[in-house]
């Protein structure tokens, strides 16, 4: 468990935070540029020396003031990535990966490094200095220096921030298997959702220094927190779910997201049996009190709706569909067309080209 109870104050602004994480995984910190995620992450590595509260990881206490402890950054054992990679230029790759390393380098092994190289793509880049190197090759070099310092906790701040579209595509995968293969828990920076639905295990939401919200993100995407700060397009439930067929004929894939759900989805590369996260936007959701016929809709879902909100000039309303709940924009006139309340018998209707199903990796 990741326990953060935080205070400081740097000139005008202050960090007052509280939440728990589980771990391993990763702990996504998100929110605007500004609200505290750098200040927050600068914390936990103990390079602002003036914060009170507590930090502990697991069983290591890294700081509570009421004790007197305070860890000093160099003996918390962690890793930390930035948004520029930080190599040395006169080293080559090689020569940058084992700088992360204990310098007793039989405490890492060569299994280890052998293993950090292969997982990262980095073995022809070995005798390559970073100088000759693209933005996405030097972030792979710099999580592999990080990993190889064997660290209790990683932290990555905002390490695709620098990097365009392609790059960034480029090395998502990359930390998916971090993720995925080490029970190193990690805190994560971003202020790009898309980043978060890929990687976070656990999602914290930072506004003006203080956590507005805290939990798995499936939870989390219906918070009206996080409403605020991703905006109207980008409002949406996040499920997870299980993969229960794929057709290749059809291009489409069939995800089981509660016992009485089923969700068809455009991946038939998904493999039976695979945990994967959606994310349904409510803007592509459309609901009837009839049970709909004649549609080219591939998902039609029985739900009941669960609240009505009035949300930026239209009505959001949350529907149980029977071990998930999604969100559909609608008018307000249509809400009091349909009649829409809390107990409303309904059909949400989605195309399964509207959404994409991620792997969540190990099942």
Not at 133 to 147: D, F, H, I, M, W
Not at 224 to 249: N, Y
Not at 311 to 327: Q, R, S
Request: proline share 4%; hydrophobic share 45%; net charge positive.
């Amino acid at each position: 468990m990741l326990d953060i109870d935080i205070q400081l104050a740097r000139g005008s602004f202050t960090l007052n935070a509280q939440f728990q994480a589980p771990t391993p995984g990763i702990t996504a910190l998100f929110g605007r540029s500004g609200c505290g995620k750098s200040t927050l992450v600068n914390a936990l590595a103990g390079l602002i020396p003036h914060g009170r509260g507590r930090i502990a990881l697991d069983e290591a206490l890294w700081l509570d003031s009421t004790q007197g402890v305070n860890v000093a950054a160099e003996r918390r054992r962690i890793g930390y990535v930035f948004q520029d990679a930080r190599l040395f230029p006169h080293y080559t790759v090689r020569g940058n990966l084992l700088y992360g390393a204990p310098r007793d380098h039989s405490a890492t092994g060569t299994s280890a490094f052998d293993d950090v190289v292969h997982l990262l793509g980095l073995n022809a880049l070995l005798a390559r200095r970073p100088g000759v190197l693209s933005g996405g090759e030097r972030q792979r070099v710099a999580l592999g220096r990080a990993l190889l310092a064997q660290p209790r906790l990683l932290l990555l701040d905002e390490p695709l921030a620098s990097l365009d579209v392609s790059r960034r595509e480029e090395v998502l995968p990359y930390l998916e298997k971090l993720r995925d293969h080490y029970a190193i828990p990690m805190v994560y920076v971003s202020h790009q959702f898309d980043e978060v639905l890929r990687l976070a295990t656990h999602l914290v939401v930072l506004d003006q220094g203080r956590v507005v919200a805290a939990g798995d993100v499936g939870a989390v995407s219906l918070a009206p927190a996080l409403r605020a700060i991703v905006g109207v397009d980008a409002v949406g439930a996040v499920v997870e779910g299980r993969v229960t067929g794929s057709d290749a004929t059809q291009g489409l894939a069939t995800v089981q997201i509660g016992p009485q759900s089923l969700l068809r989805v455009t991946n038939s590369a998904l493999i039976p049996g695979q945990r994967v996260r959606l994310q349904l936007l409510a803007r592509d959701l459309i609901l009837a009190i009839e049970e709909p016929r004649g549609l080219s809709v591939r998902n039609q879902l029985r739900g009941k709706v669960v609240s009505v909100t009035s949300d930026n000039g239209a009505d959001l309303v949350a529907v149980d569909v029977g071990g998930a709940t999604l969100l559909a924009r609608i008018s307000a006139s249509a809400t009091r067309e349909l009649q829409l309340a809390p107990g409303t018998a309904v059909w949400a209707l989605v195309k399964a080209v509207s959404f994409s199903a991620r792997p969540l990796g190990n099942n």
